[in-house]
């Protein structure tokens, strides 16, 4: 069960009428839980805890219990108060107590409507930092070096996140190619360059695949441009099918770039579009976002075509649906990001530009200033949908 309820009662009120009100309340947000009442034993478990004040007269129930749970958890703490009985006195209180301690947390009260909107995301963020926590990601190389400002705080993302970054040389990677067989690769080319470029596309696809395997990593980046030079050829069709895959594959050997699109994939289910904006116009907010590979499973059709800067190997002109989308970007400590909802206007297929190229309009168009005055690096995370509500109740957990 992906949500426990733990309660506070004052023994003043009669328990056969709290627990009516118990029953009648928790029956109408129609959200799956697990009812633990006062057995505190395993809080902290769960993607997602939630304390039912049900009384007034808890606060110095909650003060004693409190050393408790912060051996336990290290999360904000989620006060569910149906309003009666002077529950929302008690957990206003408890709340104020709680920040005067330097903790966090907050009160979940209002409409059922409204309750259960907000439980439903708290359980999406909970559950996204649930599988976030163990990860394993690999750095394949080191940063590619015009990434001057897209490096990691290894003990913060750790700390913050769950997440183990894995150093993997390049050279491994290319010894790794070096003795994966070349296959026959069944797709369609549109020259005999790009056919004749398949088969040792397709290695470097299978040699990353042993790599992620000998390391045990759920994802990954890799320093790929330098690939153009040794193997004369890129990793483009392999990053678009190990994110289908559900391996975080991300470019460039940028790390901030990599936790973002893992994040993502937690919240969104998609590892997402990591791309870099080409062309901004800050009256309208809409931008031009593009880059030479994106997951198989986000886009309607896709063609094959050279990467952009070097004119070799394979590159991807992939094609999303055309809707909703949201912006998302974390800094290399996890102390910023940047989230912002827009809508996919249009795909377009520039000669210039870098193969997968997307036209964005930003739903608040003042927002498009953060990309000339205050950017996270240069790479930012195309997730289809709107997701920026859960995201930041990740983030702020």
Known sequence: MNIAIYTLTSQLHDEQAVNAVTREFLDSLEVEHDLRGTDYVDYGTHPLDLIYVRTGGTEGIFKRLLPELLAKSDRPFYLLTSGKSNSLAASMEILSFLRQEGHKGEIIHGSTAYIRHHIQMLEKAGEARHLLKGCRLGIIGQPSDWLISSHADREAVRRMLGIELIDISMQELLDEIAVTPQKEVAEQAPTEAIRRSLPDADRIYRALKGLVTRYRLQGFTIRCFDLLTTVQNTGCLALAKLNAEGIVAGCEGDVPALLTMMIAQKVAGVSGFQANPARIDPETGEMVFAHCTIPFNMVERYELDTHYESGIGVGIRGYMKEGPVTIFKVSGDL???????????????????????????????????YFLTAPIGNHHIILPGHHREVLEQLLSI
Do not use: V
């Not at 206007?345 to 870098?354: G, K, M, P, S, T």
């Open 335 to 369: 102390s910023r990001c940047f989230i912002e909802e827009g809508e996919l206007i249009r795909n377009q297929a520039e000669a210039d530009l870098c193969r997968t190229q997307q036209i964005i309009r930003l739903d608040d168009p003042a927002k498009a200033s």
